[in-house]
Nanobody
Framework: QVQLVESGGGLVQPGGSLRLSCTAS????????FAWSRQAPGRERELVAAASPSSYLTDYAASVKGRFTISRNNGKETGYLQMNNLKSEDTAVFFC????????????????WGQGTQVTVSS
């Protein structure tokens, strides 16, 4: 059974930082493309960042470029999202996803999903 489990969410002040983690089981994460998506209340889900198995390919939403960094440690079956200079508009539930296809992990079509972790940016 495949599971993706996110952790690291919480409440942070504007300008602060958080690091999200996503630990995979049941798959060899080093063979999967990996992404973080988020969904804020009343808004559609959006891709935040994606990385190919070796991180040769990475993509970021324009709104987070320069502030967020996606990384992965395939030996630990874990992916990360380092979030710096957080803004109130980053408040959302963040999900990690894994998919054999890079286009599909970016589009959020199918694949494996975690249960989500809440990130709240507020003073």
């Amino acid at each position: 059974q495949v599971q993706l489990v996110e952790s690291g969410g919480g409440l942070v002040q504007p300008g602060g930082s958080l690091r999200l983690s996503c630990t995979a089981s049941g798959i060899v994460s080093g063979t999967y493309n990996f992404a973080w998506s988020r969904q804020a209340p009343g808004r559609e889900r959006e891709l935040v960042a994606a990385a190919s198995p070796s991180s040769y390919l990475t993509d970021y939403a324009a709104s987070v470029k320069g502030r967020f960094t996606i990384s992965r440690n395939n030996g630990k079956e874990t992916g990360y999202l380092q979030m710096n200079n957080l803004k109130s508009e980053d408040t959302a539930v963040f999900f990690c996803t894994a998919h054999p296809s890079y286009p599909n992990v970016k589009s959020g079509s199918g694949g494996y999903w975690g249960q989500g972790t809440q990130v709240t940016v507020s003073s």
